[in-house]
Each structure stands twice: as C-alpha cells, then as structure tokens.
C-alpha cells in the first residue's frame, strides 16, 4: 500500500496522464501520415493491421503486469478514434483534389463528386429502374466506393464521373471520362446515368456531347468509346447521337458480351492515355 493520501495519488495520475497525452499526440502524428497513404476507406479501417496492434499490445501489457484486458479495451476505443480522424483527414484530402470539368450545357453544369453527394449517388446507383443493365443496383457501400473511385480518378488523370445538375441546381446524375478496358486494351470511355424520373429529355445526351468536346479539346483524345449492354438500347442511342458508331464487341467484362460504339478525333493533338 502506499503513504500517499487520495490527492498524492491522484498527483501521480495526473503527471501520467500528462505524459499519455503527449505519447497519443506522437501517436497521432503518425497515423495521419498512414492515412494519407492509404488508398481507399478500407484500406483506412484496415482490420488485420488492428487485430495485430491489439495483439502485440496484450503482451506488452502483460510484460510490464498491467491488465491485457484493461490495455485492449483502451486500445480498441483510441484506434476507433483514430480511424474516424484518418476517414476526416482522408476525406477532405480526396475532396481537395482539382479537377477541371466539362462546360457547362444549355441546361446543365459538371462539378467534381464529394462525399456529400453520398445520398443522391446511393440513390441514383441503388435504383433498379436505373441499373436495369448492371448485374445488380450498387448498395450504398457500393455507392461510396464509387465515389471514392471517381475522386482518385481526379488525382491520377484529372477526370472521371462528374456530378450532372440542373442550373438551378437539382442533382440529375453522374456523366464523364473513364479509363475502361476493352478486349483488353485501355480505352477513354464516356459513361452516364441520369436519376429514372428525369430519363427521356435528353440530358444524358446533353452532358455526354460536352464531355466529348472535353475528352476531345481539353484532354486531347484521339477516340473515346461508349461500352453499353447489348440490350440498353436508350444508352446506345445516346452514343449515336453524340456521333459514335458500332466498332466491336468486348468479350472481356463482367456482362459476357458488351457492344462497344465509338468516334475517332482525327484532328485531336493526340496525347493520349495520361
Ligand atoms: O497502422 C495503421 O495502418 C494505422 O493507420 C494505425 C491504426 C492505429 O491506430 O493503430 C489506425 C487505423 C487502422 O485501423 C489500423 C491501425
């Protein structure tokens, strides 16, 4: 037992806790480095890389004969806590990427994905109605996944899907420029979806015409592609009417046979696959 009264004991608490603070500050440095490393949300919770800390941090306590169970508990709840502030930090550095975007159109303006268009993009690719061509309607992890693909696309080529609204401001859809494979080749692809009450005015025909005139002028394509359903016959019409033709079929994807309409630039600069 100690000679200390309560308050000499809670002394020495508190010259501890001062000192546990100052080591979870160091902590903090570095888990915002390992956030920033890290690629997607994922990769960010990374669960193994818990289960090993918590592991290792048991037979730390047990080697100083502090309680393993005291020590994982506290363990658990300040990696939670670190998680939530690597996802904030993770986040905000995605958003922060520039991106440039397509003009705007006669009714509709582009403008880069951000978590907070999780909902309305939850919605748009949860709807049956929309993904009729897709092996499924994406779930709302699926949904932010999306996102988070969209905002790495911004990093590493300076376009990807961009948020279709309204002048006003309504949300419509996504539309934009994407790296797709086809029979294995990389090919610069112009993708859409417009929310199923708004289909059949010709706004994805509207925002897949400037993204071609941005894949064209900004980007320097010299061809960019549409990989559509064999049965999505309103997304191949759009296709034609933006100026591509039939040029194949993609054996390579998930859907057994995809048909591929395209355009060539012939006048573009030719730079091509950045
Ligand atoms: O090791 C990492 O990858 C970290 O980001 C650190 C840390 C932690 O606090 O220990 C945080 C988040 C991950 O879930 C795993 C571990």
Known sequence: M?????DGVRAEIDAL???????????????VEAGALKADRDAVRAPDRVQKVIDKVRALAEEAGASADVVETTYRAMIAAFID???????????????????????LRFRPMTFDDLESMAALLGDPAVMTYYPAPKTRDE????????????????????????????????????????????????????????QGRGYATEAAAACRDFARDVLGATKLVAIIHPDNAASARVAEKIGMRFLEEDHGGAIAVRRVLGMDFPEARGRGRS
């Open 85 to 107: 502030l690597e996802l904030s930090v993770h986040e905000s550095h995605l958003a922060s990427v520039p991106c440039t975007t397509p003009n705007d159109t006669e009714r």
């Open 143 to 198: 949904a932010r996944a999306w996102v988070e693909w969209n905002q790495r696309n911004y990093g590493e080529h300076g376009h990807g899907l961009w948020v279709i609204e309204t002048r006003e401001g309504e949300f419509v859809g996504d539309c934009g420029l994407t790296w797709q494979k086809v029979n294995g080749r990389a090919e610069l692809e112009v993708g859409y979806h417009v929310r199923a009450d708004l």
């Open 2 to 6: 100690t000679s200390l009264d309560i």
């Open 17 to 31: 806790d001062r000192q546990i603070v100052q080591l979870i500050s160091q902590r903090q440095h570095w888990v």
